[in-house]
């Protein structure tokens, strides 16, 4: 599929010459060698529209992410209480809370991650299609939050998961997870189609599944994942 | 299901799970009626609902066994958001766990809070000023108002009324949430209950919102009733669902709505008399039937009177101060000893239970948590009815992951 | 309702060579308990919520206690007559004491019938490791099945006479039992900033022990 749309995106390529240019003619940018973000506001004021396939596709992409409906803790109220008419996520194309993870691009943790659930998030990560996104709603799917010390609570799901967007609070309001699927759709839109930096789903070489953990004697079995997670290096090493 | 056994979804429904009389316990009769691989009747079925499930409210599981569409079996796993709330509040201070409590029933923390703030006060024999009490029954009458109306919009959504009613008690919910909001700082984590006291005071225009509010309240109840309770679909889906006897539901600890639904005239607000609950006149609807419509019902008349309650609250909140003078808060030390405290919480009886050896942790913190000791029958309520059913019934028991886990 | 003591009579006159104390609470609430047995427990129990003036039909709260084993000084004053002078003085002596290591169940029962209540009991183990059997008393009150599951997940007292006693909490195969006081974490923190002295000797401790060194 990437080699098509590689294809489809250098051939839907405007040509320089086609392009017309403004009195002012500005120099065009790095980023967009061929028209200038001002020509092409331009040319929209005028009802023509410019675009490049990756760009249409990213937006589109953007504007219609599928939460799944997956609600683990106190911050899954709040992913309600977003959905509802007062800060109605339908505003930014995320209202379609799919039940099914078949169906969804984008996971919400939503609360506290334990171990005893862990497998279980980690298998609905890898039963979604890609392109698939996560966001750590709240403290406790960031880094366990204030259940941190408990013996059961994950330091975090991103020990095991690829997390794009960390939304902080306890519960984080719903206008920030709103800010956050902002974030996610910015994050979405810059996405290269082509190229070293493509996303995940256009690289072949990247797992899409992730190894589900195991429940062992006392722990998760292994207690993190590797591949995602590192633990950080203390900055300055305790006084012992 | 075969042809020999026959589909008869009506005949099934008509008939009450439970005998009248309370049998002894016996988990032989709650088992499997027929071998799972059968090949004469037909295999039963093996499924497990959860913990990511759309209508469990939660990351609850139950492996429910099926004949045909109908449940054999039905044993709840728990344990998904078990977040050790207790050993966390045994390594911390008395105070420190007060923000704990906000996330045990996360959408009731100020009944949360009570209770703790009760417990401890019992523990350390605090007495608590007058405003003080009045502040706390205006804010946990308005943290019941806030439960009921989640739960009967939560109840339809599950009934497959998606959407419209859980927007309208979600409108209502954000308007006591704006009064949570302006009086504490946080929305759903109020942490606003202290040992002799209350953390902040209300201010007139506070005070005066709350009334607007609860003036304007019994329209929304109006509304909504002429909406869903005479509804025909709903009344089908409910009336004779999930029956609970009342020898069973006392046997089984069941407390709050649910137990009075089976009408148990049994609420902490009258028995024990916390508070200044004796001073305000408000009644307690009973149950007929102990279905699930009836438990959706006695929520919708509690609110009533917890309106009733807070017009009479509001209108005779004495001024004076919110935390009692000589109160300690931080590095509270009771002298050794126990305590339990108890408070009829939206969802039935939540309670604390501390042991005090004299140092500033407690020795022992224990939780009594109403749906986890609700979820009990579920079995018995859902066993002879189908899957959809058995999504209301779990639904009208009124369960809050963060509370049965702990 | 009667008093402990006096119900403790009635429960020796019923049940004679049955094991009950009343065991003081000197908390300001004075919710004091009745420590039972466990040959009589059950029967006891059935006494309990069947008696028509108790009527304990409602066990509200059943939780664990775990006791280990403590050394208790006890500060004891003495007068002696001084061994120069004779006068009489003060002496203070301190004793050491180890208290026996146990685990407790406690139940609060209720009665809603005749709304009253808390009458409190307790039962013990006989050590915390091999003895730690007490009898069910799920039989008598259901609300007691899942909760004495609990006790049984996470501080490892086994119940006889439970239908069904799994572990509920944590998942099956785990090994410990992590209410007790003496669990150990799994070591699965990482270096935080923070200005909690536990949470900071915990990263040490971690530190030193990804090191190779003895924390």
Same mark, same amino acid.
């Given at each position: 599929?990437?080699?098509?749309?590689?294809?489809?995106?250098?051939?839907?390529?405007?040509?320089?010459?086609?392009?017309?240019?403004?009195?002012?003619?500005?120099?065009?940018?790095?980023?967009?060698?061929?028209?200038?973000?001002?020509?092409?506001?331009?040319?929209?004021?005028?009802?023509?529209?410019?675009?490049?396939?990756?760009?249409?596709?990213?937006?589109?992409?953007?504007?219609?992410?599928?939460?799944?409906?997956?609600?683990l803790a106190c911050c899954?109220?709040?992913?309600?209480?977003?959905?509802?008419?007062?800060?109605?996520?339908?505003?930014?194309?995320?209202?379609?809370?799919?039940?099914?993870?078949?169906?969804?691009?984008?996971?919400?943790v939503?609360g506290t991650v334990t171990k005893k659930m862990a497998?279980?998030v980690?298998?609905?990560?890898?039963?979604?299609?890609?392109?698939?996104?996560?966001?750590?709603?709240g403290a406790c799917a960031i880094s366990g939050g204030p259940f941190k010390q408990g013996y059961n609570v994950l330091k975090g799901i991103?020990r095991?998961?690829?997390?794009?967007?960390?939304?902080?609070?306890c519960?984080?309001?719903?206008?920030?997870?709103?800010?956050?699927?902002?974030?996610?759709?910015?994050?979405?839109?810059?996405?290269?189609?082509?190229?070293?930096?493509?996303?995940?789903?256009?690289?072949?070489?990247?797992?899409?599944?992730?190894?589900?953990p195991?429940f062992g004697?006392r722990d998760l079995?292994?207690p993190q994942?590797?591949?995602?997670?590192?633990?950080?290096?203390?900055?300055?090493?305790?006084?012992? | 299901?075969?042809?020999?056994?026959?589909?008869?979804?009506?005949?099934?429904?008509?008939?009450?799970?439970?005998?009248?009389?309370?049998?002894?316990?016996?988990?032989?009769?709650?088992?499997?009626?027929?071998?799972?691989?059968?090949?004469?009747?037909?295999?039963?079925?093996?499924?497990?609902?959860?913990?990511?499930?759309?209508?469990?409210?939660?990351v609850?599981?139950?492996?429910?066994?099926?004949?045909?569409?109908?449940?054999?079996?039905?044993?709840?796993?728990f344990g998904y958001l078990h977040r050790n709330h207790e050993k966390l509040g045994e390594n911390t201070t008395?105070?420190a766990s007060?923000p704990y409590t906000d996330r045990l029933?996360y959408?009731?923390?100020?009944?949360?809070?009570?209770?703790?703030?009760?417990?401890?006060?019992?523990?350390?024999?605090?007495?608590?000023?007058?405003?003080?009490?009045?502040?706390?029954?205006?804010?946990?009458?308005?943290?019941?108002?806030?439960?009921?109306?989640?739960?009967?919009?939560?109840?339809?959504?599950?009934?497959?009324?998606?959407?419209?009613?859980?927007?309208?008690?979600?409108?209502?919910?954000?308007?006591?949430?704006?009064?949570?909001?302006?009086?504490?700082?946080?929305?759903?984590?109020?942490?606003?209950?202290?040992?002799?006291?209350?953390?902040?005071?209300?201010?007139?225009?506070?005070?005066?919102?709350?009334?607007?509010?609860?003036?304007?309240?019994?329209?929304?109840?109006?509304?909504?009733?002429?909406?869903?309770?005479?509804?025909?679909?709903?009344?089908?889906?409910?009336?004779?669902?999930?029956?609970?006897?009342?020898?069973?539901?006392?046997?089984?600890?069941?407390?709050?709505?649910?137990?009075?639904?089976?009408?148990?005239?049994?609420?902490?607000?009258?028995?024990?008399?916390?508070?200044?609950?004796?001073?305000?006149?408000?009644?307690?609807?009973?149950?007929?039937?102990?279905?699930?419509?009836?438990?959706?019902?006695?929520?919708?008349?509690?609110?009533?009177?917890?309106?009733?309650?807070?017009?009479?609250?509001?209108?005779?909140?004495?001024?004076?101060?919110?935390?009692?003078?000589?109160?300690?808060?931080?590095?509270?030390?009771?002298?050794?000893?126990?305590?339990?405290?108890?408070?009829?919480?939206?969802?039935?009886?939540?309670?604390?239970?501390?042991?005090?050896?004299?140092?500033?942790n407690p020795?022992r913190y224990r939780v009594?948590p109403?749906?986890?000791?609700?979820?009990?029958?579920?079995?018995?309520?859902?066993?002879?009815?189908?899957?959809?059913?058995?999504?209301?019934?779990?639904?009208?028991?009124?369960?809050?992951l963060g509370e049965v886990d702990r | 309702?009667?008093?402990?003591?006096?119900?403790?009579?009635?429960?020796?006159?019923?049940?004679?060579?049955?094991?009950?104390?009343?065991?003081?609470? +000197?908390? /300001?609430?004075?919710?004091?308990?009745? !420590?039972?047995?466990?040959?009589?427990?059950?029967?006891?129990?059935? %006494? &309990?919520?069947?008696?028509?003036?108790?009527?304990?039909?409602?066990?509200?709260?059943?939780?664990?206690?775990?006791?280990?084993?403590?050394?208790?000084?006890?500060?004891?004053?003495?007068?002696? +007559?001084? /061994?120069?002078?004779?006068?009489?003085? !003060?002496?203070?002596?301190?004793?050491?004491?180890?208290?026996?290591? %146990? &685990?407790?169940?406690?139940?609060?029962?209720?009665?809603?019938?005749?709304?009253?209540?808390?009458?409190?009991?307790?039962?013990?183990?006989?050590?915390?490791?091999?003895?730690?059997?007490?009898?069910?008393?799920?039989?008598?009150?259901?609300?007691?099945?899942?909760?004495?599951?609990e006790?049984?997940d996470l501080f490892?007292?086994?119940?006889?006479?439970?239908?069904?006693?799994?572990r509920i909490l944590m998942w099956?195969?785990f090994?410990d039992h992590p209410m007790r006081r003496d669990y150990v974490e799994p070591d699965d923190y990482e270096?935080e900033?923070t200005?909690h002295?536990d949470v900071?000797?915990k990263a040490?401790?971690h530190?030193?022990?990804?090191?190779?060194?003895?924390?």
């Amino acid at each position: 599929m990437s080699d098509a749309t590689a294809q489809l995106a250098e051939t839907t390529r405007p040509e320089p010459a086609d392009t017309p240019r403004g009195a002012s003619s500005p120099t065009p940018s790095p980023e967009s060698p061929l028209i200038s973000e001002a020509e092409r506001d331009e040319l929209r004021r005028q009802g023509i529209l410019l675009t490049s396939l990756e760009e249409i596709y990213n937006w589109g992409r953007s504007h219609s992410v599928w939460p799944l409906q997956f609600g683990l803790a106190c911050c899954a109220i709040e992913m309600i209480a977003a959905s509802m008419a007062r800060f109605d996520i339908a505003r930014f194309g995320s209202e379609v809370f799919r039940p099914s993870p078949r169906q969804a691009d984008l996971l919400i943790v939503s609360g506290t991650v334990t171990k005893k659930m862990a497998p279980q998030v980690v298998r609905l990560w890898n039963q979604m299609p890609e392109p698939k996104y996560c966001i750590a709603m709240g403290a406790c799917a960031i880094s366990g939050g204030p259940f941190k010390q408990g013996y059961n609570v994950l330091k975090g799901i991103d020990r095991f998961l690829p997390v794009d967007i960390y939304i902080p609070g306890c519960p984080p309001r719903p206008e920030a997870l709103l800010h956050g699927l902002m974030q996610l759709q910015q994050k979405i839109r810059g996405q290269k189609l082509t190229g070293p930096d493509a996303p995940r789903h256009l690289r072949a070489d990247d797992p899409c599944a992730y190894p589900v953990p195991e429940f062992g004697e006392r722990d998760l079995v292994p207690p993190q994942n590797p591949a995602v997670w590192q633990p950080p290096p203390p900055p300055v090493r305790p006084a012992s | 299901m075969n042809l020999e056994s026959g589909i008869s979804p009506a005949a099934d429904r008509s008939a009450p799970a439970l005998p009248a009389a309370l049998p002894p316990f016996n988990p032989a009769a709650n088992a499997q009626v027929r071998e799972v691989h059968d090949p004469f009747h037909g295999d039963l079925l093996e499924v497990s609902m959860g913990p990511h499930h759309p209508s469990t409210h939660g990351v609850f599981r139950m492996m429910v066994t099926l004949d045909g569409e109908a449940i054999v079996k039905l044993k709840p796993v728990f344990g998904y958001l078990h977040r050790n709330h207790e050993k966390l509040g045994e390594n911390t201070t008395y105070l420190a766990s007060m923000p704990y409590t906000d996330r045990l029933d996360y959408l009731n923390s100020m009944t949360n809070n009570w209770a703790y703030a009760l417990a401890v006060e019992k523990l350390a024999g605090q007495p608590v000023p007058e405003r003080a009490e009045y502040l706390r029954v205006i804010l946990a009458e308005l943290t019941r108002l806030l439960n009921h109306t989640c739960l009967a919009g939560f109840l339809l959504q599950d009934t497959g009324a998606s959407g419209t009613p859980l927007m309208y008690a979600f409108r209502e919910r954000e308007k006591i949430l704006d009064l949570f909001e302006s009086i504490s700082g946080s929305r759903m984590m109020c942490n606003f209950q202290r040992f002799g006291g209350c953390r902040v005071d209300a201010t007139p225009d506070w005070l005066a919102a709350t009334q607007r509010f609860v003036d304007g309240y019994n329209e929304f109840l109006d509304e909504y009733e002429a909406l869903i309770t005479g509804n025909e679909i709903l009344m089908a889906r409910t009336q004779g669902v999930g029956v609970l006897g009342p020898e069973l539901a006392v046997n089984a600890g069941i407390t709050g709505p649910m137990l009075r639904a089976c009408g148990v005239n049994y609420d902490l607000r009258k028995v024990d008399g916390y508070g200044v609950y004796p001073r305000f006149d408000f009644r307690v609807p009973l149950g007929d039937h102990g279905d699930t419509y009836d438990r959706y019902m006695i929520r919708v008349l509690e609110m009533r009177e917890s309106l009733g309650i807070l017009q009479q609250a509001l209108r005779d909140l004495p001024a004076g101060p919110i935390m009692d003078p000589k109160a300690k808060i931080r590095g509270l030390k009771p002298k050794p000893g126990e305590a339990y405290g108890r408070i009829e919480g939206p969802k039935g009886e939540i309670g604390f239970y501390l042991i005090s050896d004299g140092s500033a942790n407690p020795y022992r913190y224990r939780v009594r948590p109403p749906s986890f000791v609700n979820l009990t029958v579920l079995e018995d309520m859902c066993l002879g009815q189908t899957v959809a059913d058995a999504v209301i019934i779990l639904g009208s028991v009124d369960i809050v992951l963060g509370e049965v886990d702990r | 309702m009667e008093p402990l003591v006096q119900l403790r009579e009635r429960i020796l006159a019923r049940f004679p060579g049955a094991d009950v104390t009343v065991l003081p609470n +000197p908390a /300001p609430v004075g919710q004091d308990s009745l !420590v039972i047995g466990r040959e009589h427990a059950l029967a006891i129990a059935r %006494f &309990l919520r069947d008696d028509p003036e108790l009527s304990l039909d409602y066990c509200s709260n059943v939780t664990g206690v775990d006791w280990p084993q403590q050394e208790v000084i006890e500060t004891t004053r003495v007068t002696q +007559p001084d /061994p120069t002078t004779g006068t009489p003085k !003060v002496y203070e002596q301190k004793t050491k004491r180890l208290t026996p290591a %146990f &685990l407790e169940v406690v139940y609060h029962l209720y009665s809603m019938a005749r709304q009253h209540g808390p009458v409190i009991i307790r039962l013990r183990t006989g050590n915390r490791t091999d003895q730690v059997a007490v009898p069910s008393l799920t039989p008598i009150w259901r609300a007691c099945e899942f909760q004495e599951r609990e006790v049984f997940d996470l501080f490892g007292v086994t119940f006889e006479g439970h239908p069904d006693l799994r572990r509920i909490l944590m998942w099956d195969g785990f090994k410990d039992h992590p209410m007790r006081r003496d669990y150990v974490e799994p070591d699965d923190y990482e270096w935080e900033p923070t200005a909690h002295d536990d949470v900071l000797k915990k990263a040490q401790e971690h530190l030193a022990r990804a090191e190779g060194r003895q924390p």
